[in-house]
């Protein structure tokens, strides 16, 4: 059997994270750029491409990082989990251009849709690339679509840590990236109104600039004209602390302990015995 290609660990596990998070988002920004601009599909397909895009970047992350894709899970798990400090940024560096250069290919390859639907490129469609409270239609201000991040991610890395942690009923046979596309499908139908559910910095950030780079002047700011970037930043890392505090708390105290592989990172495949 050849040897693996040997690389720098952070280099490798930076290099899946940008992977993983462009998986998310090719899914994640492309089925809103086509349910919104292009007219096919609806707020479940908008969902369940989501959930399948989170799937299908953990699949492709988890073994080299763990595929945490999110820098409210980096943070987490930094917090309580024991992952390194050091590698905080540079992964949420990786998943945040991860995101841009996505959502740049998603602009490229739905540019003639955007113009036809939105040729002034305004808040009609800015919210194909990046959220704003109540979706840019509904009565939801600031605060409000901040509880909402703060709620929506506690909800999400409460339920990481469950399906996750060794100790309680992790999934078997590899489940556990798709479990955590349900859950992201679930968070999409039941806490999607707010502020469109981003739950995730580098996924709202990393689109959010692709789309003021390609003509989106209002980017930065909400449909009332308020600055609004940073409630998708700052509420998701609140929200995914709060979560998991939360599971530790009411669940993860009370499980019987036992050996549990390095933090943030899935468990390796085990060597064949002798035969």
């Known amino acids: 059997m050849a040897n693996p290609r040997k690389a720098p660990k952070l280099i490798s596990e930076l290099a899946a994270e940008f992977a993983g998070t462009l998986i998310l988002i090719l899914f994640g920004v492309g089925v809103v750029a086509q349910v919104v601009a292009g007219g096919l599909g609806d707020h479940d ?3 369940w491409a989501w ?8 699949y492709t992350a988890a073994r080299i990082s763990g595929a945490h894709l999110n820098p409210a899970v980096t943070v987490t798990l930094a917090i309580f989990k024991g992952f390194s400090w050091r590698k905080v940024l540079p992964y ?17 390859n739905y540019s003639e849709v955007l113009a036809a639907f939105d040729p002034g490129h305004t808040f009609k469609s800015q919210f194909v690339f990046s959220t704003m409270p109540g979706n840019g239609a509904l009565p939801v201000g600031t605060w409000g679509a901040f509880r909402d991040q703060v709620i929506g991610t506690a909800i999400l890395l409460f339920l990481i840590l469950a399906v996750t942690d060794l100790n309680n009923t992790a999934p078997g046979a590899n489940l556990a990236p798709f479990i955590i596309g349900l859950i992201v499908v679930a968070i999409g139908m039941a806490w999607g109104t707010n502020a469109g559910y981003a739950i995730n910095p580098a996924r709202d950030f990393g689109p959010r600039l692709a789309s003021f780079l390609t003509g989106y002047g209002t980017a930065w700011r909400d449909q009332y004209g308020q600055l609004y970037f940073w409630v998708p930043i700052v509420a998701p890392l609140i929200g995914g602390v709060v979560g998991a505090g939360l599971y530790q708390a009411l669940v993860g105290r009370y499980l019987p302990i036992t050996a549990e592989p390095e933090p943030g990172r899935i468990p390796p495949k085990p060597e064949p015995g002798p035969t």
């Open 45 to 47: 397909s908008i969902a």
């Open 51 to 58: 959930g399948l895009g989170v799937t299908l970047g953990v």
């Open 92 to 108: 949420s560096l990786a998943q945040t251009a991860g995101a841009f250069v996505a959502a740049l290919l998603v602009r490229w």
